[in-house]
């Protein structure tokens, strides 16, 4: 009895586990436990029938061998289909990412420079009268980083803007400081500082409707651009 009990613990933690854990665990993992789980419930139950208590302590543990290695399976074979279609999904964005790079690129014939914008749409954008980077601007800037680390560039321009709510002279100096803000994360990503210019646009260039509420938040933005001769 004192056996059978010590298996009923193991499935106890084993679930336990599985109720606290399963959002940071891969499929084969997840597939481990939860045979585990299965094939001890299952074989305890067939050994209890067979064996009594004694059968079922050793229905429990054959169950909990067997299942374990059937559920690591097929969450590999899950694990395996997900990784397809995370692959697939980063070609798209690829496809998608040399499309917008080639609409976003212009040249300068004043300075002989081709400007190529960097950063994406709406992605690196502001509270109102802040200049504090949230999570999404964060991972934009981490995605800004890996795609720069293997391309060749004399510089890049970071433009601020706000919207239109604010005097003039606030705006100018807030548009700055939003743009300071995103080269020192830059920086301390790696970049040189030296290559990093800051400009600030106050509300003089718009990339949305002042007039909408959705508008306004979209100009509370930065934007990066990467420059090449």
Known sequence: MLTYRKSITALLVATALVATSCDFMSNTDKGYVAGTVGGTVLGAGLGAIIGGDYGADIGAHLGMAVGGVAGAAIGANEDEKAYKRQQASMAQVKVADEEDEKAQEYFDEATGMYYTKVSQDHAILFDSRSCDLNGRACK????IAAALSDVPFSGIMIYGSTDDTESRDYAMELSRERAEVVRDYLVALGFHEE????????SDYPVADNSTLDGRAKNRCVEVYIVRR
């Open 195 to 202: 290559l990093l210019t800051v400009v600030g646009l106050g």
């Open 140 to 143: 934009e800037l981490l995605r």
